[in-house]
């Protein structure tokens, strides 16, 4: 921790042990969703699947006021139709998660599963798919 502007090594020691103690007191982390579970689908585009799942790589927690009591909106992000080939563990995407009233907090998302490359007829069955639901 950097602190300026204060008249002596131990104001600004005093001021840094100060600002830390209210971070630990005044705040919380609260866990939303736990490491590995299924967060949302993403459309892949010229693989052998359609779509692949995200899931957070680790757990997805916002920081708020102790006691909070107020809601939040969680939104996952991601540029889509991703491109095959997608491996297990790449960054496909990530949630943002705001709680009222305090700004969003970013968690990354990772593919849950391969989709390699696909040939012509992979990508005629997808599209049949996309165009049919069957």
């Given at each position: 921790m950097v602190i300026a502007g204060m008249s002596s090594e131990k104001a600004?020691?005093?001021e840094?042990?100060?600002l830390m103690a209210w971070g630990f007191d005044a705040w919380e982390g609260r866990e939303i969703v736990?490491?590995?579970?299924?967060i949302g689908?993403?459309?892949v585009g010229k693989g052998t699947r359609?779509?692949?799942e995200?899931?957070?790589a680790i757990p997805v927690r916002m920081t708020v006021p102790?006691?909070?009591?107020?809601?939040?909106?969680?939104?996952?992000?991601s540029r889509s139709?991703?491109?095959a080939p997608v491996a297990r563990g790449t960054r496909v995407a990530e949630l943002v998660v705001t709680p009222e009233g305090l700004p969003p907090q970013t968690t990354p998302l990772l593919a849950a599963h391969d989709v390699a490359a696909g040939g012509w007829l992979d990508r005629a069955r997808i599209g049949f798919y996309r165009l049919t639901g069957l």
């Open positions: 600004r020691r005093d840094a042990e100060r736990p490491a590995g579970a299924k689908t993403i459309e359609p779509t692949l995200a899931e957070a102790k006691g909070y009591a107020g809601g939040y909106r969680a939104t996952l992000r139709p991703l491109a």
